[in-house]
């Protein structure tokens, strides 16, 4: 083994990596996650998300492939870390609809109206 180094890393399960990740959060500090990789169109009621801007939207019926792919080329993925717990802000199943129904020429602008009008989700609170 001369000459050959040892690289040790800090994974999240480690106890240093648990209270490097505890202390981010304490922190509000956010590690910046790499966009999720493109799939399938998923089923009826699944969410969708767009990390890099905090937005969610849940798949409707009647969305097509080609626009699938279209929030595909605009950074919409399904999320693949569960439970997550990143906070988004909800877009109107109204907008998805109008998202739907439009046609390419207009749906810029029908996202940007969607973007406009999405809410925090709702947080559970605890009943006392």
């Known amino acids: 083994m001369h000459g050959a180094s040892v690289v040790v890393t800090l994974s999240a399960m480690s106890p240093i990596g648990t209270f490097r990740t ?3 959060s304490l922190l509000g500090e956010q590690v910046r996650r ?3 990789r493109r799939c399938r169109k998923p089923r ?3 969410y969708v998300v ?4 905090g937005l969610r939207l849940v798949m409707q019926a009647g969305l097509s492939d080609e626009l699938w792919q279209w929030l595909m080329d605009r950074g919409w993925r399904v999320p693949t870390h569960h439970p997550d717990r990143r906070s ?3 877009i109107p199943v ?3 609809t109008r ?3 439009s046609d390419a020429r207009s749906r810029e602008q029908v996202m940007f109206e969607a973007i406009m009008s999405a809410q925090p989700k709702p947080t559970a609170r605890k009943s006392s």
């Open 34 to 36: 790499r966009l999720p």
């Open 94 to 96: 109204s907008f998805i």
């Open 22 to 24: 505890r202390l981010r």
């Open 44 to 46: 009826i009621g699944t």
């Open 99 to 101: 998202l739907i129904d």
């Open 50 to 53: 767009h990390v890099e801007e």
């Open 88 to 90: 988004y802000r909800d």
